[in-house]
């Protein structure tokens, strides 16, 4: 894991700010949804991609709900 040597600090509402080199580095905007993952003592931030939360596909998605589904796993669900 690479080291930027940018610092932030998190606010009284839990908030970081992250440093406009790393935005502009990762393309990252206002409203981009980005995941949380652990490891050990770490935190990991990592850009959203929805995938078919049946056959975990990331391509031809549909949105129902909250959840994205593939266009070949509606095809399949249609057939039932």
């Not at 990331?58 to 129902?64: A, G």
Request: with cysteine; net charge positive; proline share 4%.
């Amino acid at each position: 894991m690479k080291k930027s040597g940018d610092l932030c600090t998190i606010d009284k509402l839990g908030r970081i700010l992250i440093p406009v080199k790393l935005r502009r580095k990762f393309d990252l905007n206002p409203d981009d949804v980005l995941e949380l993952y652990t490891d050990e003592e770490r935190i990991i931030l990592q850009r959203y991609i929805p995938y078919c939360v049946f056959c975990s596909n990331q391509d031809d998605l549909t949105e129902f709900g909250k959840k994205y589904v593939c266009k070949n796993c509606i095809e399949k669900l249609t057939n039932i």
